[in-house]
């Protein structure tokens, strides 16, 4: 039971251009929601975050938007460059067993912006 | 500021040998760390919660005995690969949570080949 679900497995987008990635989640205990970045053989690569009281923030050329009620969010990144060519992870947290925070990843959307 | 670093980066080992992979958080202490590892072309899944001083929290299907993991300070947990097999190859990857924070900050990864 995937409960992160990024639908789009690639999204290609012209330099310059915005980059939209999707991610949609059926947890409704999900409180905090992250988007990391990956390149192959690397850890990924904190971006940006957004709690599940906010419905937008925004950091330098990312924006993610949250929609509680469609239980959906996305990453903006306008303007897009070529070294954003990465594979996108979502993200959400909640409180697990132990009293811990866990994350739980959707599978990954590659991102590719061509010159 | 917050850098989690692994060691090693790649290890090859024969079947049957254990294998022990650190995880440092070098510019912050972390009560929490977290291992997952990743398949090709998947997500990563989060295979155990180490909690500094405690024993970790693994998740469903993770077996304990072969995964043992050892949060013995705030900036290092192990995590030791028992008897490994060929099925057991994979890149394996930790995080640290900084204290009363929501963003893990992930290490290089290692990448564990079982001949």
């Known amino acids: 039971d995937q409960q992160v679900k990024q639908n789009s497995p690639s999204l290609s987008v012209q330099e310059g251009r915005i980059s939209i990635l999707n991610c949609d989640y059926t947890?409704?205990?999900?409180?905090?929601f992250l988007w990391y970045k990956k390149y192959p053989a690397e850890g990924p690569t904190f971006l940006i975050s957004?709690?599940?009281i906010k419905d937008k923030n925004e950091d330098g050329r990312f924006t993610v938007f949250l929609n509680k009620s469609a239980k959906h969010l996305s990453l903006h990144i306008v303007p897009s460059q070529p070294g954003d060519s990465a594979v996108y992870f979502c993200?959400?947290?909640?409180w697990g067993a132990g009293n811990n925070r866990k994350l739980i990843w959707g599978l990954g959307t590659s991102l590719a912006v061509n010159p | 500021g917050a850098v989690v670093s692994q060691h090693p980066s790649r290890v090859i080992c024969k079947s049957g040998t254990s294998v022990k992979i650190e995880c440092r958080s070098l510019?912050?202490?972390?009560?929490?760390m977290f291992w997952y590892r990743q398949f090709p072309k998947q997500s990563l899944m989060l295979m155990a919660t180490?909690?500094?001083?405690?024993?970790?929290?693994?998740e469903q299907g993770v077996e304990k005995d072969k995964f043992l993991i050892n949060h013995a300070s705030l900036t290092l947990s192990t995590l030791t690969v028992t008897s490994a097999h060929p099925e057991d190859s994979s890149f394996y990857i930790c995080?640290?949570?900084?204290?009363?924070?929501?963003?893990?900050?992930f290490g290089p990864g290692t990448r564990l080949t079982v001949l």
């Open positions: 510019d912050f202490q972390a009560t929490t």
């Open positions: 957004i709690s599940s």
């Open positions: 993200a959400a947290s909640l």
């Open positions: 947890n409704s205990m999900f409180d905090y």
């Open positions: 995080s640290a949570l900084p204290p009363g924070g929501n963003e893990q900050f």
């Open positions: 180490s909690n500094e001083g405690s024993k970790a929290t693994y």
